[in-house]
């Protein structure tokens, strides 16, 4: 069955947006992240312009961060006093980013900046969770606890000489309040550059260098993804009227059961196993990303707006 | 006086003469300007939820031995779009942005055979008529010269093509002669969904002899109605409204999904 879409402008396949917000609502609930940057590609994909397909994306993305926390709160795994924190540092880095792709386009290169820092983010993060996950799989607990709490020693003095020490009890982690609010902006700028909610590059943030717990990563991560989302869709709804409400309930028909189904599986898996899966993916889209700039286009023409 | 006379009879004649062009040339008019008819069914076409194109047909009379050409497009304008090209010799990214102006966001052409094979270039170009003639129409920038502008028009009909919202094509016209001798054409296409909401205007060509000897026109509108316009409009309109409405949809059903795997035992 065909549905039109009002904004879009186009006929879909209610099954394609179902299918694929259920496909990318999975990935939400399992890894903590929002997926935009899967879904906005395939959307345009199956013709929605890029402008809708962005703006859309976020609007679904609420729906099934929604799930997702609630599903992962209902277990105990989301740290809001430490998601708080990011979500004020993403805040300041988002206002950041945006000058800086103002600049950019200013300058005439910012494609290639948006480009260049997707392959190497995506690449650098892809590459190294792919590494540590297998060592971790392959190495005993024992020796791998013992490993990460050197790692911690040489970093930690750092971070623990920093003022403003606050204990995050769900994480079981002492940190400075800056710690989160700066990563938290480094994810915001590099979000606002490539356009994307950036939970790609905060779950491997929270893993490596808040040494947060995998489960509760994700829940915290969704936690500020729903946040995030919001001010986005208001925003692409506000200023450039390029959101679906159709598009984004099929979308969410899919994603917020996925969400659910997909935190219900990431219970069962290992911490492990769930950053091997989540890098694989990352390491895929890289893949992806670096055919599409390297093969000749079938189209050497495109809508303006959108990535 | 006489000399008047000389010129008076020389009028004669040469009003005579006039009078009688005139007279040939207003029975061949009429008579055509009565003959080639277009009439375009389904002209109304309304955008609804289920909405996933439509047909329209063109149908009408003609004069015998002639071919036909029928072009449906919409109001001419111009289009922005982002154009790619290769950095440091290797990687694709889009490098700008290029104008198409006088181009139609839709523009097919339907006729009883190839447009050049019946058609000579000038009346192409009168009419715009085919990609070709349309080329020549269009006016793109920024571009060095005119082999640059030719290749990214190119590049601009293989993207339309591609939202099936630019096509040519012959052969598809169905012709047969009526009880009183007359050609009737027949032409049933469908309409893409990709065409966005507007009038389209649909012209009829009668060709003879490479030229066209006549044109008859009918219009095609397209619309949004009921949920899909006031959606559209409540995008464009109240935008605010819009934006706390998707994301209220949006907050409601994360939170109704959860409930019902909690109820469902999904969540523990």
């Known amino acids: 069955m065909y549905l039109y879409l009002p904004v879009a402008l186009t006929s879909i396949n209610i099954l394609i947006p179902v299918g694929l917000g259920l496909a990318v609502g999975l990935l939400s609930g399992l890894f903590g992240v929002g997926g935009g940057f899967l879904l906005t590609p395939l959307l345009i994909m199956f013709g929605i312009p890029s402008t809708v397909a962005a703006a859309t994306d976020s609007n679904q993305i609420v729906a099934a961060s929604t799930s997702g926390t609630y599903a992962h709160w209902k277990v105990g795994n989301v740290d809001f006093k430490m998601g708080l924190y990011l979500l004020v540092g993403g805040f300041l880095g988002g206002i950041v980013g945006v000058q800086a792709i103002k600049l950019l386009h200013a300058m005439g290169n910012a494609d290639f900046v948006i480009k260049i820092t997707y392959i190497l983010m995506l690449g650098i993060v892809g590459v190294y969770m792919f590494i540590e996950s297998l060592q971790s799989m392959k190495k005993k607990t024992d ?12 970093v930690g003095r750092f971070l623990k000489s920093l003022p403003l020490q606050t204990r995050f009890e769900k994480s079981g982690i002492t940190h400075s309040v800056f710690v989160p609010i700066v990563l938290g902006m480094f994810v915001g700028v590099l979000a606002a550059i490539m356009g994307v909610g950036g939970g790609f590059l905060m779950v491997p943030i929270m893993v490596y260098m808040l040494r947060m717990p995998m489960h509760v990563v994700v829940g915290t991560s969704l936690f500020q993804i729903l946040f995030t989302c919001i001010e ?10 390029s959101v679906d409400f159709i598009l984004a309930v099929l979308l969410l028909l899919g994603s917020t059961v996925g969400a659910q189904i997909g935190a219900v599986f990431g219970r069962k898996l290992k911490a492990e196993q769930l950053k091997i899966l989540l890098a694989g993916i990352v390491l895929a889209v890289t893949v992806k990303i670096v055919f599409e700039i390297t093969l000749t286009p079938a189209l050497l023409l495109s809508q303006v707006g959108g990535h | 006086m006489k000399k008047f006379s000389v010129q008076s009879s020389t009028f004669k004649t040469a009003a005579c003469f006039m009078l009688s062009l005139f007279t040939i040339y ?17 002209d109304h076409i309304t955008i609804d939820f289920f909405y996933h194109g439509s047909t329209v047909s063109v149908r009408g009379l003609s004069e015998p031995g002639t071919d036909l050409v ?64 349309l080329a020549k ?43 009183n001798g007359k050609l009737e054409y027949y032409i049933l296409t469908e309409w893409p969904y990709q065409a966005q909401p507007g009038d389209y205007l649909v012209t009829v060509y ?54 019902v795997f909690r109820k469902g035992g999904g969540s523990h």
């Not at chain 1, 791998?144 to 040489?154: F, H, I, P, R, T």
């Not at chain 2, 440091?88 to 009883?112: A, C, D, H, R």
């Not at chain 2, 006549?214 to 409009?233: D, I, R």
């Open chain 2, 137 to 179: 129409h269009v006016e793109i920038t920024p571009v060095a010269n005119e082999e640059e502008k030719a290749k990214w028009f190119d590049e601009f009909v293989k993207f339309k093509q591609d939202s099936k919202v630019y096509a040519s094509s012959f052969g598809e016209i169905k012709t047969s002669m009526n009880a």
């Open chain 2, 26 to 42: 207003f029975s061949l008019f009429t008579d055509a300007s009565a003959m080639l008819t277009a009439k375009a069914n389904h």
């Open chain 1, 143 to 154: 020796s791998v606890e013992q490993e990460n709490d050197e790692k911690e020693s040489v």
């Open chain 2, 206 to 259: 009668a060709v003879k002899d490479h030229k066209v000897v006549e044109q008859a026109t009918s219009q095609v509108n397209v619309a949004q109605v009921g949920m899909v316009k006031s959606l559209a409009g409540m995008a464009k309109d109240m935008p605010a409204v819009y934006g706390f409405l998707s994301i209220g949809v949006a907050l409601g059903a994360g939170f109704g999904v959860s409930m």
């Open chain 1, 232 to 241: 986005v869709t208001f925003l692409q709804a506000y200023t450039n009227h």
């Open chain 2, 70 to 133: 029928i072009k449906i497009a919409s109001p001419e304008g111009h289009q922005l779009l982002k154009q790619k090209g290769k950095v440091g010799g290797m990687l694709w990214m889009n490098v700008g942005q290029l104008k198409f102006e006088n181009t139609p966001n839709f523009y097919e052409i339907f006729s009883t055979k190839k447009v050049e094979d019946i058609l000579s270039n000038d009346e192409m170009e009168k009419h715009v008529i085919g990609f070709s003639a």
